[in-house]
Each structure stands twice: as structure tokens, then as C-alpha cells.
């Protein structure tokens, strides 16, 4: 029953093309941005982590989607209300947005790995010095989880997508500049976790995750309450 669960979640995800867009976008992304930039053997840590901080933005597209396309057509409301048990529902959707960002990332990271060896004709040993870089996984997770959870208190992906992607786009940075709280934003508190070695101008990585898991939990429960409530459609 579970696996069965599973592959509707699966088939629904890939249903909308604007989540094809995302995961390929988060695929292609890095190591497209990768052959773009110009750098020497020292610089390609921190261009790793650059594309890879930007792809977050695939991240968000399907994120939102995922379940933004069902409240649009109102696909979501029969399924709740021939599914007796909300929160397996929820625990699947969750289930499958992890195993695919996870998945998107591990692939990733290979082709840009694989376009570092190529272009820049560089040992394994400094392959391996830029696997650092599979710590990230952790921001676009917490991205993820975010986007989607905005989605369900919205009822739609067109805000939460509007307000992460800005967020990575420069907006953030650009209030960094007004403020110098800007960097307990969600992006911003995880910066260091595309920084080899890590920055001093943004919080520590256990700092930003746990930053990070301030801002997912208050609105993990709050939507969570919200799709599981029986009269909430």
C-alpha cells in the first residue's frame, strides 16, 4: 500500500511540467554554470558552491508545484476527501520531495564534478577536496521543505515561489546591504554551507541550521495542522 502510495505521488509529481523544469533545471544548472566560468584550479570550490547555491532556485520551482498545481486544479480537494488518513498522504508527498531533491543533488554534483575533471584537468584528489560540497544538501532539503510547506498555508505555489526564488535571485543579498540581520534569512543562515572554507561574514553551519530549522518548524506545524484538518479543503 505504501509503495503503492509512493508511485501516485511519483507519477503526480512528474504530471506537472513546471517540476520537470525544476529538477532539470537543478540537474543542468551547475555544471552548465560551471563550463560558463572562467576559473583557475584554486576557484573551483567556491564556483562550485556558487552554482550550486543558485540552482536552489529549481529547488523551489518544484518544490511550490508539487503541490501548488494541485490546489490549482483542484485535483487536491478529491483526493482529501476520499483519503481517510491525511497525514500518510502528507508523510508520502514529504517522502517523495526528499528522495527527489536528495536524488537531483547526487546527480548534481556528479556532472559538475565530472566537468570540473574535464575542464579544468585537475587530480581526483581535488575531486575529493570538492566533495565538501555534499554538505549542501542539507539547505536544499530545508529549501525544499520550506517551499512546500508555504504552498499548503497559501493554497497555492505562486507566492511562496515569488518570495524564495527573489530570495535567491539577490533580494536577500541586496537586504543584507540595508541590514546586517538579513543573514538569519532562511538562504542567507545557510550560505556556509556552500563555502569552502566558510565565511565569517554569515552564521557558522550549525548556527544557520539551526536558524534553518527555526524557520521550517513553526511552519512545518502550522501547515501540516492546516492539511490535516478534516474541514480544510
Not at 33 to 42: R, T
Not at 124 to 137: Q, R, T
Not at 189 to 203: C, E, I
Amino acid at each position: 500500500m505504501r509503495k503503492f502510495r509512493l508511485m501516485c505521488e511519483i507519477i503526480t509529481f512528474f504530471s506537472d511540467y513546471w517540476c520537470w523544469i525544476g529538477v532539470i533545471l537543478v540537474v543542468i544548472l551547475p555544471s552548465a554554470g560551471l563550463c560558463i566560468i572562467k576559473n583557475d584550479m584554486q576557484d573551483t570550490t567556491y564556483s562550485l558552491g556558487k552554482v550550486l547555491f543558485l540552482a536552489q532556485v529549481g529547488v523551489i520551482l518544484y518544490s511550490t508545484n508539487y503541490i501548488g498545481q494541485e490546489y490549482a486544479t483542484s485535483r487536491l480537494s478529491a483526493t482529501l476527501l476520499a483519503t481517510p488518513k491525511r497525514g500518510q498522504l502528507l508523510m508520502s508527498k514529504l517522502t517523495v520531495l526528499t528522495l527527489i531533491t536528495g536524488a537531483s543533488f547526487i546527480l548534481s554534483m556528479s556532472l559538475a564534478m565530472l566537468v570540473i575533471k574535464l575542464n579544468h584537468q585537475v587530480s581526483w584528489a581535488v575531486i575529493f577536496e570538492n566533495s565538501v560540497m555534499l554538505i549542501a544538501v542539507l539547505s536544499w532539503l530545508i529549501l525544499a521543505y520550506l517551499s512546500f510547506f508555504a504552498s499548503i498555508l497559501f493554497k497555492s505555489g505562486i507566492v511562496p515561489l515569488a518570495i524564495f526564488a527573489s530570495l535567491i535571485l539577490g533580494m536577500s543579498q541586496l537586504m543584507l546591504v540595508i541590514t546586517k540581520y538579513a543573514i538569519y534569512l532562511p538562504d542567507l543562515a545557510l550560505m556556509n554551507y556552500f563555502s569552502y572554507p566558510t565565511s565569517p561574514l554569515f552564521l557558522s553551519r550549525m548556527c544557520g541550521l539551526i536558524v534553518g530549522l527555526i524557520w521550517l518548524l513553526p511552519l512545518a506545524i502550522l501547515a501540516s495542522k492546516r492539511f490535516l484538518c478534516r474541514d480544510v479543503r
